[in-house]
């Protein structure tokens, strides 16, 4: 019914091998899982994104992070101020966009994060904001 898994706009191996399929010799179309995100959407399973704020493998938060993700910084800022939410909500947005109707999984018991991340879980980004939020972070579109 539900596969969870670490997903975040930085670390989407399983979302940017699709995007960069047909790339060869690029890092990013590598696939990682098997297919594990067709395999989910064809069963109908959902996909639950854990640590959705983490920069890889328990390397931290991106969020605030200028040094490492100065340009996904400000278009999270760019998109905070346009919906008025926090640039946590739409890193939560960009997941629940995915047409994979992916849920987050939050991990926290802060009232104030749980608000943030609601505030951006019905977002209506477009196609052109959540592709610009992938590239943002680092990936690239062919």
Known sequence: MANQVQLSITHCPMIASGIAADMAGLDQSLDRDNGLLD????????VQAWSPFQKGFFDGVFIGDRDNYRELN???DEWAAKYEVTPTGIAVAWITRHPANMQVVLGTTNPGRVAESAAGSELPLTREEWYRLFRAAGHTLP
Do not use: E, H, M
């Open 39 to 46: 395999y989910a959407r064809l069963r109908r399973t959902t």
């Open 74 to 76: 400000a278009v999270l």
